[in-house]
């Protein structure tokens, strides 16, 4: 809304930040690295793809220690989750013993 008002001449931005409530630094933020995110997926993909029981973990330090890229884990992991390549954690089994 902000944007729009600013858009049409009728506020200034300083105007139109204090009549929405948001700072002017989040009314001027662009996101980055966009085309770096689908790479990061493309790659995300590609290995849940060709080993299908590797987790989070696995794929993360083969893109970090074997191809050497230097993605940050929070990233990577948000993307993943993205992507929704989450595997599900199995329960341990229980032993089941006679009598002690």
């Not at 299908?52 to 884990?73: A, E, I, M, S, T």
């Amino acid at each position: 809304m902000a944007r729009w008002v600013v858009d049409q001449g009728r506020a200034t931005i300083c105007l139109a930040c204090l009549a929405f409530g948001i700072s002017q630094t989040c009314f001027r933020y662009q996101a980055k690295l966009n085309a770096e995110n689908d790479v990061i997926a493309d790659w995300l993909v590609r290995l849940t793809n060709n080993q299908r029981n590797w987790g989070f973990g696995l794929c993360f330090l083969y893109l970090r220690n074997v191809k050497g890229f230097q993605w940050n884990h929070k990233r990577v992991y948000r993307i993943y989750r993205a992507l929704e390549l989450n595997l599900r954690i199995k329960p341990r089994k229980r032993l089941v013993r006679e009598r002690p």
